[in-house]
T-cell receptor, first 113, second 115 residues
Framework: GNSVTQMEGPVTLSEEAFLTINCTYT??????LFWYVQYPGEGLQLLLK?????DKGSNKGFEATYRKETTSFHLEKGSVQVSDSAVYFC????????????FGTGTRLTVIP | GAGVSQSPRYKVAKRGQDVALRCDPI?????LFWYQQALGQGPEFLTY????????KSGLPSDRFFAERPEGSVSTLKIQRTQQEDSAVYLC?????????????FGEGSWLTVV
């Protein structure tokens, strides 16, 4: 079946620090992979995605590379800002059935000035 | 509208009361999903529509949960005889197509508290 395992939080970083949030997945076939972000008091927003192996998704300075050999999709950012404080969810969408998203449990990031 | 719209944003229900949560997907989006997000957890799939057809309801936790999308656009999630464990954020999402590469867009959610 499909599942996502995500690095547990919370994570607290100082401004301009390097961020990595680990995500690994289990899936049948060739899923698409996503990172969603949930800012305080707001709904889930798509941050970036990758639809096939070796694709790199990027947005707002964040990036993640679809690694089929390690079944991973780790999120990285070189220099975080206070405004990046949010909960980050890794997710996959399979090829069969309803194609619904399977989410990890989320990682709360707090960036301090 | 430009995004997925949900109402009400906040609902407090007394235990045993019925509630109805509405979702307006992005215009033209064929696929519609409902998710349940408990506090501190990731969203969990409830049910899926392709146009007006409910193709998957495997995530609905009990027969007290019912969803419909009669005209292939607006959808309603109904919870009968609410229980305290139903307290959660209910997220509606839509997607242009069914393929795995299609992005799923989420509404802001309906926050349900059962007291």
């Amino acid at each position: 079946g499909n599942s996502v395992t995500q690095m547990e939080g919370p994570v607290t970083l100082s401004e301009e620090a390097f961020l990595t949030i680990n995500c690994t997945y289990t899936a049948t076939g060739y899923p698409s992979l996503f990172w969603y972000v949930q800012y305080p008091g707001e709904g889930l927003q798509l941050l970036l995605k990758a639809t096939k192996a070796d694709d790199k998704g990027s947005n707002k300075g964040f990036e993640a590379t679809y690694r089929k050999e390690t079944t991973s999709f780790h999120l990285e950012k070189g220099s975080v800002q206070v405004s990046d404080s949010a909960v980050y969810f890794c997710a996959l969408r399979g090829q069969t059935g309803a194609n619904n998203l399977f989410f990890g449990t989320g990682t709360r990031l707090t960036v301090i000035p | 509208g430009a995004g997925v719209s949900q109402s009400p944003r906040y609902k407090v229900a007394k235990r045993g009361q019925d509630v109805a949560l509405r979702c307006d997907p992005i215009s033209g989006h064929v696929s519609l999903f409902w998710y349940q997000q408990a506090l501190g957890q990731g969203p969990e799939f409830l049910t899926y529509f392709q146009n007006e057809a409910q193709l998957d309801k495997s995530g609905l936790p009990s027969d007290r949960f019912f969803a419909e999308r009669p005209e292939g656009s607006v959808s309603t999630l109904k919870i009968q005889r609410t229980q305290q464990e139903d307290s959660a954020v209910y997220l509606c999402a839509s997607s242009l197509g069914q393929g795995a590469g299609n992005t799923i867009y989420f509404g802001e959610g309906s926050w349900l508290t059962v007291v």
